[in-house]
């Protein structure tokens, strides 16, 4: 009487087929990681300088009620601790390490990083 053996498992080749897939789709998703991390961080600079102009257009209006309508100096809207105007107490920061550069004329913000022009 001869017993079939029952094998279960998963052949060498279908292993390596597997893997050969996962490899491809790693180098395909890594660099649209990247980008799409890099993007992120841009967004969040401009959502910044918008905050910061917001802050800036806050104070200017509590100027003109006070009677002076002028926008605050750069050192009073990107100050970095006890800012009145963010909920943090601190100006927010460039998540690329860029810096903010604030237009009092204008009330207007820039980051120097170019690609995070508004």
Known sequence: MLKLRN??????????????????????AIPKFVDMSSQA???????NQAAIESAAALAYAQNAAAGTAQFPTSAQILAATDNPYFATGKAPTCPDGGTYTYTQASGTVTCSITSHQR
């Open 7 to 28: 094998e279960k498992g998963f052949t060498l080749i279908e292993l390596i087929t597997v893997i050969v897939i996962l490899g491809i789709l790693a180098a395909v």
């Open 41 to 47: 961080k841009a967004s969040a600079c401009k959502a």
